[in-house]
């Protein structure tokens, strides 16, 4: 039955997500504890400052006391295993605790709210790059199927095989040397000006820092995405359906629109939905060009800053980002596509 699928599939969804926490909190188990000793260090050095009535001796009881305190408390006593997942524990249930070094833009350092400050940026940057190059991508991949081997799909085939072997951050600052530099049309990077403008002038603002981010974008997507839609649509027209609608007088744009985009959703929405949760994570590169405070730039940051809390946090973000997405794709199908056969054997 499907709620035992569904059941089960959400099962498997959180069982990988924890054991991939449990592997990263293993990989960064040497470096995570340095930085929480340290961490224990300067707080017990900060409280035993507020302690100027105690004398020399009693004071330096009392810091051996907290030490052993808190190194309890963050199990730093305890097995390796233990450790770990203490620590993986924690990642899955978004208790990330402070920063080192990075900041959010209030000058807070609790993980979480710089977590939650770069996620709507990466998600409204990609998103939208998404949404444009689908559209292009659906409607040049229909017009090139229409007439394969003809002159539109020759041409843009072979604009597809050069462009999709362009790195996406040459391209970008190919675009930011002609818009920026020479039509200055575009800012360099960033995600608002300074001083950051009120009211609509800010969504305006926004649109207008974003707007080279998603050109770049949607020129290195579209182009691939029409050349497999235009292959996944030639099969489509070849069916019998499709043949006895033309035979029968449907216009053509209801056969392409109507009939054969229809049958072809469900692979579409996979793949758009897929790339969605690929750059979610946010692509390291493609944002430190760009200056765009996303989830990829920030793990570069915390990569660089040596801030080992935030980047758990990060990978821990996106990598539940990708499951849930997963686990979401795989119960539409299971719901929506007779062919699937759930909860039996085939």
């Known amino acids: 039955m499907y709620k035992w699928y569904a059941f089960k599939r959400i099962l498997r969804g959180v069982f ?41 001796e009693q004071l330096t009881a009392w810091r051996d006391n907290r030490l052993d305190q808190l190194t309890k408390l963050y199990k730093l006593d305890r097995p390796l295993a233990e450790r770990v997942l203490f620590r993986a524990l924690n990642t899955i249930t978004f208790r990330f605790g402070k920063s080192t070094i990075i900041k959010s833009s209030k000058g807070d350092q609790d993980v979480l709210t710089i977590l939650l400050e770069a996620l709507p940026r990466t998600m409204v940057l990609f998103s939208v790059a998404i949404v444009f190059e689908l559209i292009l991508g659906i409607w040049l991949g229909l017009k090139k199927a229409q007439k394969p081997g003809g002159r539109l799909d020759k041409s843009t085939s072979f604009v597809t095989m050069i462009i999709y072997g362009m790195p996406s951050w040459w391209l970008g600052m190919m675009l930011i040397l002609l818009f920026v530099y020479v039509l200055k049309l575009f800012p360099s990077g960033g995600v608002n000006s300074v001083p950051t403008p009120q009211g609509f002038a800010f969504v305006l603002d926004r649109l207008w820092h974003m707007a080279l981010p998603i050109m770049t974008l949607v020129i290195l997507g579209f182009w691939s995405l029409a050349f497999v839609i235009r292959n996944l649509v030639l099969g489509i027209l070849q069916e019998d359906y499709i043949m006895s609608a033309r035979a029968r007088g449907v216009p053509e744009r209801k056969v392409l629109f109507g009939h054969t985009l229809r049958t072809a959703a469900p692979p579409i929405v996979t793949m758009a939905l897929l790339s969605l949760l690929a750059s979610l994570s946010g692509a390291i590169i493609f944002e430190g060009i760009f200056s765009w405070p996303g989830l990829g730039n920030l793990y570069w940051v915390a990569v660089q800053q040596n801030d080992i809390p935030v980047l758990m946090g990060d990978l821990a973000i996106t990598t539940g980002v990708y499951q849930a997405g997963l686990v979401f794709l795989d119960l539409i199908y299971g719901f929506l596509d007779p062919r699937i056969k759930v909860g039996g054997k085939a």
């Open 16 to 56: 990988m997500f924890a054991l991939l926490m449990c592997l990263f909190s293993l990989l960064f188990n040497q470096v995570n504890e340095q930085t929480q000793r340290s961490q224990i260090n300067e707080q017990v050095k900060m409280e035993s400052m507020k302690l100027r009535n105690m004398r020399s």
